[in-house]
C-alpha cells in the first residue's frame, strides 16, 4: 500500500526544536523528492521545503532558511524535518508530500496524514 | 513571490455546478494543480497540470487555464463536495518554489 505515515503529535516549549518522520511504504523512497508543507489552524497551505531522498540534496523556502533542517534516511524509506527556535506561531500542522511531475512542473500526489505540533511553554 | 488569489468562499446548491477561480499574473504560462481539503483531512490531489486528473478522482472534477485565471469546474455537485479548495503552482526561479492560492470553502446549500 503507497503511503507516507507520520510520527505523533509534538508539544514543545518556545525555543526549542521538533522533529518530525514521514516514513515511506509501496514505492521506491528514493525516486521521488519529499517536501514539507504546514497549516496553522484554520488557515491555508505553506510550502517549506524539500528534500531529494536520493542525494540528500535540499530546497528550503527562504523564510525558513536557517531554521528548517530536512535530512532522511534511505535504510528504513523515511524523511524527517527538523524546525529550530520554536514559536507560538510555529503551531501548526506539518505533511509530508510526495512530488510528481511533469516535464514542466511539480505537485503533490501522496500526502502523510499529518502531525500537529503545538508551540506553548 | 508569486501570489495566487481565491475567492475565501463558493456556494452552490447540490446538482449545480461550482467554479472555482485561483487568480495570478499570467497564470495560464504556468501548470496549475488543485487540492480538495476536508475537515481534519490531508489535502487530496484532485486535478493537475491545468486539467488532468488522477485516477479515482470522478469525472465531475474539470480544471482550466488560460489568461491571468485558472478554474476548477466540479459539476453535479454533491454533498460530499464541499471541502476547502487549493490551487498551488510550481516555479523553480522564485522564492518559494511552490504557491498556494489562499483556498476556498466551497459550501453545498
Known amino acids: 500500500q503507497v503511503q507516507l505515515v507520520q510520527s505523533g503529535a509534538e508539544v514543545k516549549k518556545p525555543g526549542a526544536s521538533v522533529k518530525v518522520s514521514c516514513k515511506a511504504s509501496?514505492?521506491?523512497?528514493?525516486?521521488?523528492?519529499m517536501h514539507w508543507v504546514r497549516q496553522a489552524p484554520g488557515q491555508g497551505l505553506e510550502w517549506m521545503g524539500r528534500?531529494?531522498?536520493?542525494?540528500?540534496?535540499?530546497n528550503y523556502a527562504q523564510k525558513f532558511q536557517g531554521r528548517v533542517t530536512m535530512t532522511r534516511d534511505t535504510s528504513i524509506s523515511t524523511a524527517y524535518m527538523e524546525l529550530s527556535r520554536l514559536r507560538s506561531d510555529d503551531t501548526v500542522v506539518y505533511y509530508c508530500?510526495?512530488?510528481?511531475?511533469?516535464?514542466?512542473?511539480?505537485?503533490?500526489?501522496?500526502w502523510g496524514r499529518g502531525t500537529l505540533v503545538t508551540v506553548s511553554s | 513571490s508569486y501570489v495566487l488569489t481565491q475567492p475565501p468562499s463558493v456556494s452552490v446548491a447540490p446538482g449545480q455546478t461550482a467554479r472555482i477561480t485561483c487568480g495570478g499574473n499570467?497564470?495560464?504560462?504556468?501548470?496549475v494543480h488543485w487540492y480538495q481539503q476536508k475537515p481534519g483531512q490531508a489535502p487530496v490531489l484532485v486535478v493537475y497540470?491545468?486539467?488532468d486528473r488522477p485516477s479515482g478522482i470522478p469525472e465531475r472534477f474539470s480544471g482550466s487555464n488560460s489568461g491571468n485565471t485558472a478554474t476548477l469546474t466540479i459539476s453535479r455537485v454533491e454533498a460530499g463536495d464541499e471541502a476547502d479548495y487549493y490551487c498551488?503552482?510550481?516555479?523553480?526561479?522564485?522564492?518559494?518554489?511552490?504557491?498556494f492560492g489562499g483556498g476556498t470553502k466551497l459550501t453545498v446549500l
Open positions: 508530500a510526495r512530488e510528481a511531475s511533469t516535464v514542466t512542473t511539480k505537485y503533490f500526489d501522496l
Open positions: 509501496g514505492y521506491t523512497f528514493t525516486g521521488y523528492y
Open positions: 528534500i531529494n531522498p536520493n542525494s540528500g540534496g535540499t
Open positions: 499570467n497564470i495560464g504560462s504556468k501548470s
Open positions: 497540470d491545468d486539467s
Open positions: 498551488q503552482v510550481w516555479d523553480s526561479s522564485s522564492d518559494p518554489y511552490v504557491v
